[in-house]
């Protein structure tokens, strides 16, 4: 149904990412999917819908900010899973342009890969009348821990 | 039926304030509520679920990244609605603990209005068998700009 | 000649923290003194000169972001010498008025101690004409490691 | 003397941007240089010395924060000098390895001009032993002013 083509990335490596992301409430519910990943790099896209709306009727800047989180902590995880993962210690983003347009894509790639940290960026873009425009720019700072057990199950 | 109580703020800028917070789809879509507002402060707070959850169970990082924003956003709204409103244009958010809980509670204030920027801050707590839980920090550039016609009517 | 009391830390802490504090070249360059210290929090104190200006006379942006990144930083090695010390993950800063007077105030405290990372926060101020004025914020992560074996000498 | 090659801007534009940087005391007192001008784009390039140096002998990171603030700031100024210029709003800037080196080389560019807001992005190098390696990496926010009479003389 979607297009999760995970083309490069070894096969147990791709479903231990695509079954951390499914079972992400949050994104599940506004229906982001993992549309591309290669390692150090990751692709969402999210359709537009009331639920990532703001007042203005355009993406939200929370939505904004939470598809760029997810895009550079998948970039990362596709060099740690499914020995371990990444949670976000925190990330800054400037919201360049309006959300304006029906589907949103966030890029992230990995910067730097530490042992402990790994910093990360992400570009999210707007898709408006089948042209994409920059609206935001992040930055951020992930910790790798061990994956659980129970997540390896 | 939620405890929207804005005691210290004028009718009119609280009316402007809840039409604004009502009308973001993204808010919204998880039951968040202004709680709490004074000149320069807001408060809101959202219960957990499904649409709101992380891989493991807790409030998702973008979650908490969107009601910090929001949190900040309204508390210079109250020091500018009708006559203005601000976007953000950035903000860096350290999560400093899981989001564990049923309860999510942000609360912003303006630590610097200009005429052009605004800088506010926002700290979100998780409310865990009635504790609250200091889960992430932010800090964020606000731009003023004036309410549009369209919004005033 | 300075007033570096640091009235509530054990002798051996406060030792530590000023020797560390002192073998800073460019703090030293700058007459930058280590004002105030108690557990989790620490003063850092500059003076005007042409070698911490900018092109209009004012504090450099530069040399406020570095006297609050240090205040951060020793406020979180009041916690962690003389056995740890702490690394500059990363800072972000927003400058709210310029830097206009004859001495520079950062005052740093730690607002989340972990094992790993610690985040900080500090206020820069500005004295003019005997006035105190906020000119900037900041937020920062410390990643925390082992004092080393040449250090403790 | 120094290697203050401005190819590809026009005579007076790089007189106004060299004229802006050389009277900035701090950098100065470094002996900063602007080693590479394009439209938004900016190289600016440092040599070791104790007064940029902290504890362990490597470059400061507040002297790492400042030439990347600088360098991203630089950036803005050839698409807005001699008309206008900015002012660092907020910046925030990883450190992701050590400075240890002979040379500190920040090359920023600009990522998004706006009318008001400009969103640069800076990256570090240290230079040791022949070998550039990446060091920092910053995102800032800057604010455009109308350059100042005084300034134009």
């Excluded at 692709?43 to 760029?68: D, K, M, R, W």
């Excluded at 989180?69 to 983003?93: F, H, Q, R």
Aim: net charge neutral; with cysteine.
């Amino acid at each position: 149904m979607s297009n999760q083509a995970i083309p490069v990335l070894d096969h147990k490596l791709a479903l231990s990412l695509l079954e951390s992301f499914n079972s992400q409430g949050a994104l599940m519910a506004w229906n982001a999917r993992l549309t591309s990943m290669s390692p150090g790099a990751c692709e969402i896209s999210l359709p537009f819908g009331q639920a990532v709306s703001q007042q203005h009727g355009y993406f939200h800047g929370g939505v904004i900010g939470t598809i760029a989180d997810a895009a550079g902590g998948y970039a990362a995880n596709t060099l740690l899973m499914p020995v371990s993962e990444c949670l976000t210690a925190e990330y800054k983003i400037n919201i360049v342009a309006p959300g304006l347009g029906d589907t949103l894509i966030a890029r992230g790639k990995v910067l730097k890969a530490g042992k402990t940290l790994v910093v990360a960026g992400a570009e999210v873009f707007v898709v408006h009348e089948g042209q994409e425009k920059l609206c935001a720019i992040m930055q951020q700072t992930l910790f790798v821990i061990p994956k659980t057990t129970a997540d390896k199950n």
